[in-house]
């Protein structure tokens, strides 16, 4: 796949061909680099689910071990995660409301944790994330 696209950006460039390969080559980079991770990752539309923390009033978002519990890290506003798959934990209130959905994530550093889904800012409804598989099962 990404013979391909390194094959689309030789090819001479015009008009509405250029966004078309563009696009094209950044879908092909995104997924060659899933196919290479061991990590799974939650897939609308063909694109990676990403979500940006927000609302934490400076004070940044908790990254967790587990589910409200061993903090691992607090990353600042605006910071993009990877979500993975979602469990129910404890209930927090932030800027979304209140909400008990806890999201599986890989941060910027590759470390995976949880964060609450009440400061994640998702593109779509975060009770459509897949859940999380029960301890013991393979992703």
Known sequence: MLIVSVALLLLPLSGC???????????????????????PVVRTGGSTMLATITGTGGEGLRLNGRPGGDRLDVLPDRTTVTVRC???????DGPFGPTTAWLQVLDPDGRVG????????????????PSCPAAGQSP
């Open 17 to 39: 061909a250029l966004a078309a390969r563009a696009f094209a080559t950044v879908e092909a980079i995104d997924m060659a680099q899933d196919l290479m991770s061991d990590r």
């Open 86 to 92: 979602r469990v129910d934990g404890p209930e927090r």
């Open 114 to 129: 949880f964060m609450s889904g009440a400061y994640l800012e998702l593109e779509i409804d975060p009770a459509t994330v």
